[in-house]
C-alpha cells in the first residue's frame, strides 16, 4: 500500500516490483516509453507537463486503476496499446481517467480493457484535441469528450455526458446484446459523419432521456447519417429523437405495443427498415423510403399531439411493393400531413386521425384503407 514518486522520466521509474499503491509523476516529460514490468498502480498521478504512455494490468481480478490528469496545467497525452504493456490479462474491472486527456498532437487513445469498463470523469479533449479514440471493452462517461477525430465502443456505453467528434461514432458491434444507457439527455456531434448504433438503446430509468444528433456541425457539405441496428427503447423509453441529418432506421423504435420514445424528429432523409412507435409527434422532413419488403407502421401514439408529418414518401425503387401504416391515435386534434407525393406503396392505411392532408399526388399499387379517421381528408 505505497506510494512513491518519480521526477525524471525514465522506464525504471514505472517499474512497479515492489508492489507499490501508486505513483505520482512530478517532472515534465514522458514516462513509460520504455519497456513495462509489473507496472500496475491502484493510480497514476500526473504533475504539470507530465506526460504518461501506457498503462499494464498485471492487477488481481477485480483489481480498478486511475489515472489522475486534473493537477497538471500541460495537455496529456495518454498512449495505451494491447500489446507491449496494455492489458492482457483482462482481469481489470474499471479503469478511470479523471481530470481530463488531451493531446497537442492528436494522438490516438486506444483502450483495450477486455471485460472491463472504462471511465472518463474528467473532460477528453478540453484543451487540444485527440485523433481517433478506440475503446476495446465498455465505457462509462462521466464527462464530455469535447473534441476528437473518431470514436469507437466494441462494448456497452453507459453514457452521461455528450460527445463531439469531426469524424465516425461507432457504439457496440452486436445490436442484439450490447447496450447503451443514457444517463441523462446526450448530445451526439460530428462533422458530416455518420453515427453507428450497433446497440440497444435506452434510457436508465422510468425517466426519458432525450437524444440529439447533429452530422451537420460544419454547416456545410452533406450530412451524416445515423444508423439505428438495435432496438432503440428496449427496456425504458427514450425522449425526443432530434437528428440534424439522414437516418437509416433497421430496428424498431419502440415494440409496437409501447413507445421507444417520446417523439422523433429528423431533418434529411429516412430510410425505413422497422417500425417506429412514438407517445408524440413524428416528422421527416426528407423523403422516407420503405426498406422492409413488407409491412410498416408509424404510430405517435393517442395525445393531440400525435401528429405524423411526412415529406415524400416512397417504396424501395424496384423492389417489391410495401405496405404502409400511419396511426395518429384517436384525439380529434392529432393530423397526418403528406406535402410531398407517395409513391411505390401496395397499401396506405390511415388509422385514427384527426384530419389527414395530402399536398401531393398518392400512386398506390392498390388503395387506401380508413380506419376509424374521424376528421377531414384533403388531397
Known amino acids: ?35 513495462f514490468y509489473n507496472d500496475r498502480y491502484d493510480s497514476v498521478t500526473v504533475s504539470a507537463g507530465a506526460t504518461f504512455v501506457g498503462y499494464a494490468d498485471y492487477g488481481p481480478a477485480g483489481a480498478t486503476e486511475t489515472v489522475n490528469n486534473s493537477s497538471g496545467s500541460s495537455p496529456l497525452t495518454v498512449r495505451f496499446s ?25 494522438d490516438a ?9 472504462f471511465i472518463v470523469s474528467g473532460i477528453i479533449g ?41 469524424g465516425t461514432q461507432t457504439y457496440g458491434d452486436n445490436a442484439a446484446s450490447d447496450t447503451v444507457t443514457l444517463e441523462a439527455a446526450i448530445n451526439f456531434t460530428t462533422t458530416d459523419s455518420n453515427i453507428t448504433f450497433n446497440s440497444i438503446v435506452d434510457s436508465n430509468n422510468t425517466t426519458p432521456k432525450a437524444i440529439t444528433i447533429d452530422m451537420d456541425n460544419s454547416g456545410a457539405g452533406a450530412d451524416g447519417t445515423v444508423t439505428f441496428a438495435g432496438v432503440v427503447g428496449t427496456n425504458e423509453d427514450v425522449a425526443a429523437i432530434g437528428i440534424t441529418g439522414n437516418l437509416d432506421l433497421n430496428a424498431a423504435i419502440g415494440s409496437g405495443a409501447t413507445a421507444g420514445a417520446t417523439s422523433i424528429n429528423v431533418s434529411g432523409t429516412t430510410n ?5 412507435t412514438t407517445s408524440a409527434t413524428q416528422t421527416y422532413q426528407g ?84 380506419v376509424a379517421t374521424t376528421g377531414t381528408i384533403t388531397f
Open 272 to 276: 425505413l427498415g422497422a417500425n417506429v
Open 82 to 106: 494491447s500489446t507491449g504493456g496494455g492489458f492482457g490479462d483482462n482481469t481489470l474491472s474499471a479503469f478511470t481517467l479523471s481530470g481530463g486527456g488531451s493531446s497537442s498532437d492528436t
Open 126 to 166: 478540453g484543451s487540444a484535441g485527440l485523433g481517433a479514440i478506440d475503446i476495446t471493452g465498455n465505457l462509462n462517461l462521466d464527462a464530455d469528450i469535447t473534441s476528437a477525430t473518431s470514436l469507437n465502443i466494441t462494448g456497452n456505453s453507459d453514457l452521461a455526458a455528450d460527445i463531439t467528434t469531426t
Open 287 to 370: 423523403t422516407l423510403t420503405l426498406d422492409s419488403g413488407t409491412s410498416l407502421t408509424l404510430d405517435a401514439g393517442t395525445s393531440e399531439d400525435s401528429d405524423i408529418n411526412l415529406a415524400a414518401v416512397t417504396g424501395v425503387s424496384g423492389g417489391a411493393a410495401e405496405n404502409l401504416t400511419l396511426d395518429a391515435g384517436n384525439d380529434a386534434g392529432a393530423a397526418i400531413a403528406v406535402t410531398g407525393t407517395v409513391t411505390n406503396i401496395a397499401t396506405l392505411t390511415i388509422t385514427d386521425a384527426g384530419s389527414v392532408t395530402f399536398g401531393d399526388a398518392v400512386t398506390l399499387a392498390t388503395k387506401i384503407d380508413l
Open 109 to 117: 487513445l486506444t483502450i483495450d480493457v477486455g471485460n472491463a469498463t
Open 1 to 35: 500500500n505505497s506510494s512513491t514518486s518519480a521526477s525524471t522520466p525514465s522506464a525504471t521509474l514505472i517499474d512497479n516490483t515492489g508492489g507499490q499503491a501508486s505513483v505520482t509523476l512530478t517532472g515534465a516529460g514522458t514516462y513509460g516509453e520504455g519497456s
